[in-house]
Each structure stands twice: as structure tokens, then as C-alpha cells.
């Protein structure tokens, strides 16, 4: 588990950022691995599985906060976690790759999947259900709940550039496809025109970004609606943000001509100009227009929304102003993919392919100016937003407006992330566990304390997190005690002053009564123990313990003693193979002896066995002795059972030949007559 140290605090990196290790190896190499790479022994493994082929693209949790599931290549799957069994429940494969996706339920049982074949997938607990087919290709997609449709963002209709330069009628037009699953069919879908705008560098001149050709085909490229005010929110790819009110009704006021209103946004607002002279967008580098809005979302109470941009710019609105509270940069200019608000902590979530940001949502607008004229310097940006050598006072929970709380660096480029919740907090609001797919096959995970605590499906975090904060205080205080030239205080792993206990090693040293206490704290079947309490406990629990210990070793040093008096006298034939004579395992000792005069390579093995000192507890050590009634040794050792079987028939057959032996004397002893006796005449 890797540390990321920021100034508010600490962020865990857990093991699923790891390595891929191969299913196909075997416990002894795995075992080798973790005696060699401390990554791996003191890996934390959040969810069994949790990974994909190559890449995972969408991460979601569902309503009641009890599954997750994962859409990734390659080939196109998705894949659905049951947290509290913390494992797989079962992988579903595709005709084609996942380009969102959503659950329409409370669980599993109901998903739509947007597929990059045009198509959206329905699923069922039993499988696909049924697929539809869209007229373009689809981008993004939401689910409102007071009508019950199916929003779907298009990449738009292309037009000729003749029709846009000759004034022919043709514009660029885009569309949000709307699928009622009530009724089950498409309703008339949502229409928007291209906003004109001047073009940077042409001075006066009055030609529009239209006449270009990345307007010809004008697309939506994320969408998100309220949780309050049933609003749809479309960013699309000329910088501007449509909402339309899902509850206007389809005809209003009677009039034929108003029959349409509510196809159209009823509000623009333009995020590109906003936006404008914000961020590091390197158009040499980068394709596309930095103005464009590539995700959306709102708050809790629907008074806020934020919109990031294709140039890593994000904008904070308040509903009630088109003017942005505040435009945060992310410095490496690379689209802004998905963003968040985070209720609990008053903060922002917004990543883009290197990292997620974490900043401040609330606090005072008179700071947030004054920071926000001199973030536009590009020499001042590493005091916003590296990670320990910024010098922002106001860093942390409760800063000014904007100002950074944590910025979360990946093992591989991100595309989508989650906050991920329980069953009293879904959405995870409340928690710090981020959940970030990428191009990687492991999904990313990481805790984040400063944004709250950790689910309950995944409680353990805490305590291993209170422990490493502990102990990261003590040495500390180590380390300033004596002074700054003691030198570089070496860091602890997690559990290796602590050590694991089964149910049935609990019952046996009678600390039932600690279970739900901090002093065991519970970890997949058993329980973590400090060293030093367990073995408070244990003397405790087996005060003789020691006392045998003692006397064994007292036994055994009097035994080399007596055997050192008289040293025997070897031989010419014995001097080169020693004659092992052990109380324990001594028809081990005497098959080695007889194999260690072959030349055959297990007989090398043998008087290699024979000769090493360290096997010597072998045949004297009684914690050594080899128990052959044991079902394991019989089923490692058949040919042991065989030859057990060969002596006691030999000795059956002895005893059998004994009898017969015994019968036939009686039979003909006594020199005449049958069976020995004479005639009596009388």
C-alpha cells in the first residue's frame, strides 16, 4: 500500500494498483514473490477480481449502495461486484464496447449499457433483455425519473459545408434521443442550433466558428440532470450548456405553435467565454476546441454546477448567475472527463487522464478572487496544485474557494471515477473511497481520509489507517527528540507488529469477550492482535509454557553432554557414511543410511540430507517426529500404507502357517492309529 503525502493529509494507494500477478502461478512461487517484494506481501486486496483484461472505461455503484459494476475490454465485458461478499457475482459479455453506462434499479436487476455500435443494451437479472438501435452514434447518457426517459447525448447530423457558406437553410443541428420506458418507444427527441461565435485571431473579421469544419457536425458530449428540479443539463461541443425543464408538458396553453416549446433549451449558457484565457490548452498538441464542455454535474441541493471543459478548466456556477463562481485549471491541459461534488466534505472531485483533483466548493469569494488572478500566471501554478512543495496557506478542508484540498496521481491515465458508498450512502458522499478506472487491467482504488471515512463494507480501512497515523506520530516524536541529525527514521509496514488470529485461536486463549473491541480488530474470518497483548495473553492462558520450554532444553543439553564423554571410534568402512542412530524418526534415519550408499542421484540427495547439520532436529527434536497414522502423511505417502499392509499380511500369513503347523502335529503325533490314540479292546 503505497502513501501519497499531501499537506491536509494522507492518501492511500491500495494494492489494486498493483501488478497483474498470473492466475496460473503456483503457491510456492507466490509465496517466493512475497518473500521478495514487500509491495506484494503487504498488498490490501479491496475486491476480489477487480480488474479487467486490458482497460476498464465505467465505474458504477448501484441505488441501494450494495453492488458495483465495472465496464471494460478486452473483449467487451461488464463485470458486477456484490460488496459484501466482497467478490465477483457474475461477468456478462458484449457485442460491443461500453461507452456508458447506468443502472436503472435500485440493484443489478435493471441496466442500460450505451454500446459504440449505436445500440443501447437493456439487462436483466437473467441476461440481455433487449437492445435498440439509435440514428447516430451515442455519447453519454441519463436517466430522468420524472418522466421516465432514457436520455441519450448524440454525436449529432452532419451537414455539407455548401448548405452552411451559401445560405442554402442547412445548420449544423444536434439532438438528444429520448426513449420512454413506459410506453417503450422513442418520443420526439431534444433539438439545439450551434451558437455563433468569433473565432480567436481573426481581429474584426466576422467569420464564425461554423464556417469551420469541426461545427459541420455539431454533437453533444455529456449530459446530467438534477436531483431537485428535474433540469437536463447538455454540454455540447460548441462550449454551451442547454437545460430543458422536464416538466414542461408536451402542449401548453392549447396552442398548436407552443406544442414544441419544451424540445428546445429554454437557457443557454455559454462556458466556452467564461473559460476563455483560463488554463494551459496547447493547441499544437491538442485537437479540438478548449471551450467545449466534456462533463457535467450537480450538487445535492441542485444550487450548484460545475462544467469541465476540453482545455482542463472547470467552472463553478451558481444556478441563480451565468457568471462562474470560480474556474479552476488543471494545469496539464487535458480534457476534463468527469467531475463531482462531494457534499460532506464541501469539496470538488474533477479529474482529467493524470490525476483527480480535490478543491474547496465553499468558502469566501473575496479570496477566491484575489487566488484566482494569480493562478492565471503559469509560474505560480506549482503553489496550487503540487502535492507537498505549494505554498497556499489556506490548503485543506475549510480554505478559501478553489483552493486545493488533494490531488490523487494514478499508476495509469484515468478515465472515469466514483466515490464509492454503502447501503446508508450510495453515493458516497459521506466516504473517501475513490474507485478510478484507466488504462490499466486494475481498477484503481484509493482512500482518501481527509473526505471522510471509509464504507462500511470496507470498514477495515479505518483501523489500518489509524494504526499507520499512530505509529508515523510516534517516530516522529522519536526523530525530533533526537534532534536533526539522527538521521532518516525508517518507515513501518502495516502488519508487522501485529499478528492473526483464527476463531478457533481465540476460543482457545479464552478472549471471546474481546471481539468488538479495538484491541481485535476483525479482518476477513479472524482478527489482528498486537504482538505484545497476544503475548501478555498467551502467558496468561499457558503459564507452564515456559517452565516445560526450560525443562526441555535442560533435558537435551544434558543429553549432548552424556553423548560427548565417550567419543565412538569410527571405522575405515563407517568414516565416510556416519551411522545415524536418532530416537525420533529412526526408520527414516535407517532408509537414508541404506540409500546414501547407491550412487543414484536421489541416493547424492540422501547424503546430502544425512551429512547437513541443519536437518539434525530430524532425528533428536520430538516436534519433528513423523506421525505415519497422520491421513495426511497416508496420503502423501501411499507406498508407506503398501508396505504397512505387506508386514501385516506377512505376519497374517505366519501366524496362519503357525496354526497349521500346530494342527498337524497333533494330528500325527503318537506313532500309530489315526489322530494318535490306540484301540482299547476290551
Known amino acids: 500500500m503505497e502513501i501519497q503525502e499531501r499537506k491536509s493529509g494522507k492518501i492511500y494507494s491500495l494494492a489494486s494498483t498493483t501488478t497483474n500477478i498470473p492466475e496460473w502461478l503456483s503457491e510456492r512461487s507466490r509465496r517466493n514473490l512475497a518473500k521478495r517484494d514487500s509491495t506484494f506481501r503487504h498488498r490490501i486486496t479491496l475486491l476480489q477480481d477487480l480488474e479487467m483484461p486490458i482497460a476498464s472505461t465505467k465505474v458504477r455503484q448501484s441505488p441501494d449502495g450494495k453492488f458495483l459494476i465495472v465496464g471494460g475490454t478486452y473483449s467487451p465485458r461488464i463485470r458486477c461486484y456484490e460488496l459484501a461478499e466482497m467478490s465477483m457475482k457474475f461477468e456478462r459479455y458484449l457485442d460491443s464496447e461500453v461507452v456508458d453506462l447506468l443502472m436503472l434499479g435500485e440493484d443489478y436487476g435493471k441496466l442500460a449499457i450505451l454500446g459504440s455500435d449505436r445500440t443501447v443494451m437493456f439487462h436483466a437479472p437473467y441476461g440481455n433483455h433487449e437492445k435498440i438501435r439509435l440514428p447516430t452514434f451515442g455519447r453519454a447518457m441519463a436517466y430522468e425519473k420524472s418522466t421516465c426517459d432514457l436520455l441519450v447525448v448524440s454525436s449529432g447530423k452532419r451537414v455539407s459545408p455548401g448548405s452552411v457558406s451559401g445560405g442554402g437553410g442547412g445548420q449544423a443541428m444536434g439532438e438528444v ?43 453533444g458530449s455529456c449530459i446530467a440532470t438534477s436531483p431537485t428540479h428535474s433540469l437536463a443539463a447538455i454540454g455540447a461541443e460548441d462550449g454551451t450548456v442547454r437545460f430543458w425543464d422536464n416538466r414542461v408538458p408536451i402542449h401548453q396553453n392549447g396552442n398548436t405553435n407552443n406544442n414544441n416549446v419544451h424540445l428546445t433549451p429554454f437557457l443557454n449558457l455559454d462556458v466556452a467565454s467564461a473559460t476563455s484565457g483560463h488554463g494551459f490548452f496547447d493547441e499544437n498538441t491538442n485537437s479540438g476546441f478548449p471551450g467545449e464542455v466534456m462533463s457535467l454535474a450537480f450538487d445535492s441541493s441542485g444550487m450548484q454546477m460545475c462544467a469541465g471543459t476540453r482545455g482542463g478548466n472547470v467552472a463553478l456556477y451558481d444556478m441563480r448567475s451565468s457568471k462562474p463562481l470560480f474556474i479552476k485549471e488543471h494545469q496539464y491541459g487535458l ?50 496544485d503540487s502535492g507537498g512543495g505549494g505554498t497556499d496557506t489556506n490548503e485543506g478542508l475549510g480554505g478559501h474557494l478553489g483552493s486545493i484540498v488533494a490531488n490523487v496521481e494514478g499508476t495509469a491515465d484515468f478515465s472515469h471515477f466514483i466515490t464509492s458508498g454503502d447501503s446508508n450512502d450510495s453515493s458516497g458522499q459521506n466516504n473517501g473511497l475513490l474507485l478510478c478506472t484507466g488504462e490499466q487491467s486494475k481498477v484503481q482504488s484509493f482512500y482518501c481520509p481527509v473526505l471522510g471515512p471509509a464504507p462500511q463494507w470496507c470498514s477495515f480501512l479505518d483501523n489500518i489507517t489509524e494504526e499507520l497515523e499512530e505509529k508515523d506520530g510516534m517516530l516522529d516524536n522519536k526523530s525530533g527528540a533526537a534532534g536533526d541529525d539522527a538521521g532518516v527514521v525508517p518507515t513501518e509496514t502495516v502488519y508487522e507488529d501485529y499478528k492473526f488470529l483464527t476463531r478457533t485461536e481465540i476460543d482457545q486463549l479464552g478472549i471471546q469477550n474481546l471481539v468488538g473491541t479495538p484491541l481485535l480488530r476483525g479482518y476477513m474470518h479472524g482478527f489482528f492482535i498486537h504482538v505484545g497483548l497476544y503475548n501478555r495473553i498467551r502467558s496468561v492462558a499457558k503459564p507452564f509454557e515456559y517452565n516445560e520450554y526450560r525443562t526441555q532444553k535442560i533435558k537435551e543439553r544434558m543429553e549432548e553432554k552424556r553423548a560427548s564423554r565417550i567419543a565412538p571410534k569410527n571405522n575405515s568402512n563407517n568414516a565416510q557414511q556416519p551411522k545415524i542412530k536418532g530416537k ?49 502423511f497416508k496420503l502423501r505417502n501411499p507406498s508407506g500404507i503398501a508396505a504397512t499392509k505387506f508386514v501385516n499380511n506377512d505376519r497374517d500369513m505366519d501366524s496362519d502357517q503357525e496354526e497349521d503347523d500346530y494342527d498337524e502335529d497333533i494330528d500325527g503325533g503318537g506313532g500309530g492309529g489315526s489322530g494318535g490314540f490306540n484301540k482299547v479292546v476290551n
Request: glycine residues 8%.
Open 177 to 219: 434521443y429520448r426513449f420512454n420506458l413506459d410506453e417503450g418507444r422513442f418520443s420526439q427527441p431534444y433539438s439545439f442550433t450551434s451558437a455563433l461565435r468569433r473565432r480567436k485571431g481573426y481581429g474584426n473579421n466576422d467569420e464564425d466558428i461554423t464556417n469551420n469544419a469541426q461545427v459541420l457536425q455539431l454533437g
Open 335 to 384: 480534457p476534463i472527463h468527469t467531475v463531482q461534488f462531494h457534499s460532506g466534505s464541501g469539496t470538488v472531485l474533477s479529474s482529467d487522464p493524470k490525476l483527480v483533483k480535490i478543491w474547496n466548493a465553499k468558502g469566501s469569494s473575496a479570496a477566491a478572487s484575489s487566488s484566482s488572478s494569480s493562478m492565471q500566471r503559469r509560474d505560480d501554478w506549482n503553489d496550487y
Open 584 to 632: 525420533v524418526n529412526p526408520d527414516l534415519a535407517e532408509r537414508l543410511q541404506a540409500k546414501a550408499g547407491d550412487k543414484t542421484k536421489s541416493a547424492k540427495a540422501a547424503k546430502a540430507l544425512v551429512e547437513d547439520n541443519r536437518f539434525g532436529g530430524l532425528f533428536s527434536n520430538p516436534d519433528f517426529e513423523i506421525d505415519q497414522e497422520a491421513e495426511d
